[in-house]
């Protein structure tokens, strides 16, 4: 089992920055990718960037150039580095693990962490 606890969150204005921690425990030794999805109201979860553990990262479109996400080399701690942000940025963030469990991989979910962008 791995717990995540996500926290960062809050109210920043248009064009400012925000950086979002995630930490890991449990069964970190087994966690091989870790991600932030966020969800807005009425929209699905949707994957805003990636990290697996050797460092390969991906982003999507939106937010590419103003995210960074980056991980500690044991993978405790998941970062999400938030520039420029725009209104539509807004969403509750939320961090995943996945890792190896017994013979299955599982994927493993934070509580999240609101982001409000003031225009």
């Known amino acids: 089992q791995v717990q995540l606890v996500e926290s960062g969150g809050g109210l920043v204005q248009s064009g400012g920055s925000l950086r979002l921690s995630c930490a890991a425990s449990g069964s970190v030794s087994n966690v091989v990718h870790m991600a932030w999805y966020r969800q807005s109201p009425g929209l699905e979860r949707e994957l805003v960037a990636d990290?697996?553990?050797?460092?390969?990262?991906s982003y999507v479109d939106s937010v590419k150039g103003r995210f960074t996400i980056a991980r500690d080399s044991g993978m405790h701690t998941l970062y999400l580095e938030m520039n420029s942000v725009k209104p539509e940025d807004t969403a509750v963030y939320y961090c995943?693990?996945?890792?190896?469990?017994?013979?299955?991989?599982?994927?493993?979910w934070g509580q999240g962490t609101p982001v409000t962008v003031s225009s």
């Open positions: 995943s693990a996945n890792a190896l469990v017994d013979v299955s991989m599982r994927q493993f």
């Open positions: 990290i697996t553990k050797g460092g390969l990262t």
